[in-house]
């Protein structure tokens, strides 16, 4: 299509339409990459909850579906926490009510929760299936691996939530930015600071982020439909990235219990929580997060603080009760529509056009 007004992410990245599929792990596979890619999007896997011979498998199935369609392969970026003994026994204390009031062996070792940082394996891993587009959560992986990232020919995206991480990420390589709004869904990507307090909406990040770097920009958070497409192009975005609207398709890997949260949920009732990860992600609002307070010092780091609630949610959880599981989901969740991911993702961009050619 020649009508969109900034071409410069359909040049940089080979799709056809400004719209990028957040890659949300646990939620997303190749199905939903697939649906998008296939409409002309940029389809996404999340490799941080995946084995390297399960990315492989999606690559294949992706690429089998697809073939000649771009993909983009996401990773997380953080620290491996150091041990802190102490901050776990006191986390775990604070959950001792709920395993007494579901008989949980509170006694039993506490589960381990953990999410695969960007490392050497990950980076040989890029180099042998030579993924189109690369992206990274919470900043960038070490340079010596980015370059090598940068080698096999694949565009670097990171997602900033301010405009220092957005100049940051350019000085440091990213091909485009990510300009993720407090109204986003999941883990928030911020990097340079832990300060909740400096978190931002879309619509204010987006411009000022676009003045800051020469890079092209993606607007994400807070964008279910063609209306805010169009107002992130105004704003000075090249694209957008879209996560919540896509959890309530079909190809979304969500729990009964996450989808009834999604569908019934008020659009105000999502809120900034470390409870299930220890770092700052947003979600629908559930028993744990009412009662302990979304944010808790308690929390061990990233990405620990899941596994004192592993034994709760195996209780729970079959049950179809969500009141110990993440409910991840952005603020424009009332904006979801059940609709195939294709399907959606070509309805957003015709829309869009016939609002941009007004």
Known sequence: MSQWPDRRILDLLGIELPILQAPMAGATGSAMAIAVGAAGGLGALPCAMLTAAQIAEEIEAFRAACPGRPLNLNFFCHQPPLPDAERDARWKQA???YYSELGADFEAPTPVSNRAPFD????????RLRPEVVSFHFGLPAPQLLQRVKATGAKVLSSATTVAEAVWLERHGCDAIIAMGYEAGGHRGMFLSEEITSQIGTFALVPQIADAVKVPVIAAGGIGDHRGLVAALALGASAVQIGTAYLF??????????R?????????????TNLFTGRPARGIINRVMRELGPMSELAPRFPLAGGALMPLRAITDPQ????FSNLWSGQALRLGRHLPAGELTQ????????????
């Open 95 to 97: 959950l001792k009510p």
């Open 120 to 127: 050497e394996q990950s980076c040989q891993l890029v180099e």
């Open 249 to 258: 398709c079909p190809e979304a890997k969500v729990s009964a219990a996450h």
């Open 260 to 272: 009834h949260a999604l569908d019934t949920a008020p659009a105000s009732e999502t809120a900034l």
């Open 320 to 323: 179809g009760n969500s009141d």
């Open 347 to 358: 309805d957003i961009a015709d829309k869009a056009l016939q609002q941009i050619g007004r």
